[in-house]
């Protein structure tokens, strides 16, 4: 019994992969719950099975793609200074965006619950750039700037790339604006 729950846990886990992927490639909005199910190769019970509707899986989904990304971006900020903390984790934040297409991107923009789950995560990324600094400004290694300042202005950019702004203003993706971003902000508080 144990090896068949593994299974299906492991096919569960394998599916929702296969449907971010699908997600993150092509976007969601213009799919059905037969043409996802036809892509993945699975029935649309199956695909009950990891949310009850198209709209629950989507929301589902980004949750999912946030999840890993804050993840893998926090496993970046292992360094010891704070301009490559700061580097890393603004950096590793456009890497884990890069893989989303601009359909995905303007999809999750229009459908309010997966723009909320976006969001939420720009003002926790927000917050932890904050950290980030003040950390940076107590040992020395920023000038004494006003960190609360610093990560407003950090934030009000992640929102104007978050709504796709900087994407219509500059031409930059999201993961390219996120590296810009690093760049521009270390350079100017550096001691």
């Given at each position: 019994?144990?090896q068949?729950?593994?299974?299906?846990t492991a096919?569960?886990?394998?599916?929702f992969?296969?449907l971010?992927?699908?997600?993150?490639?092509?976007?969601?909005?213009h799919?059905?719950?037969d043409?996802i199910?036809?892509?993945?190769?699975c029935s649309?019970?199956?695909?009950?099975t990891?949310?009850?509707?198209?709209?629950?899986?989507v929301t589902?989904?980004?949750v999912?793609f946030?999840k890993?990304?804050?993840?893998?971006?926090?496993?970046?900020?292992?360094?010891?200074?704070?301009?490559?903390?700061?580097?890393?984790?603004?950096?590793a934040?456009?890497?884990?965006l890069?893989?989303a297409?601009?359909?995905?991107?303007?999809?999750?923009?229009?459908?309010?619950?997966a723009r909320?789950v976006?969001?939420?995560?720009?003002?926790?990324?927000?917050s932890r750039?904050?950290?980030?600094?003040?950390d940076?400004?107590?040992a020395?290694?920023f000038r004494?700037?006003?960190?609360?300042?610093?990560?407003?202005?950090?934030?009000?950019?992640?929102?104007?790339?978050q709504q796709?702004?900087?994407?219509?203003?500059?031409g930059?993706d999201?993961?390219?604006?996120?590296?810009?971003?690093?760049?521009?902000?270390?350079m100017g508080i550096?001691?």
């Open positions: 019994m144990e068949r729950s593994s299974f299906a096919r569960r886990t394998e599916l992969d296969e971010l992927a699908l997600f993150l490639a092509e976007g969601f909005a799919l059905t719950l043409a199910a036809a892509r993945l190769k649309k019970s199956t695909l009950y990891l949310a009850g509707s198209k709209e629950q899986l589902s989904a980004t999912h946030f890993r990304a804050t993840e893998r971006v926090e496993a970046t900020v292992a360094a010891s200074d704070a301009r490559e903390r700061i580097s890393a984790y603004l950096g934040v456009g890497r884990e890069s893989v297409s601009e359909r995905f991107m303007a999809d999750l923009d229009a459908f309010a619950p909320q976006y969001e939420r995560n720009t003002r926790i990324a927000a750039v904050q950290e980030l600094i003040t940076g400004v107590n020395g290694d004494r700037v006003h960190a609360a300042f610093a990560a407003d202005l950090v934030a009000a950019m992640m929102v104007r790339i796709g702004a900087v994407r219509a203003g500059t930059l999201d993961g390219s604006a996120y590296r810009e971003l690093a760049r521009i902000v270390t550096s001691a």
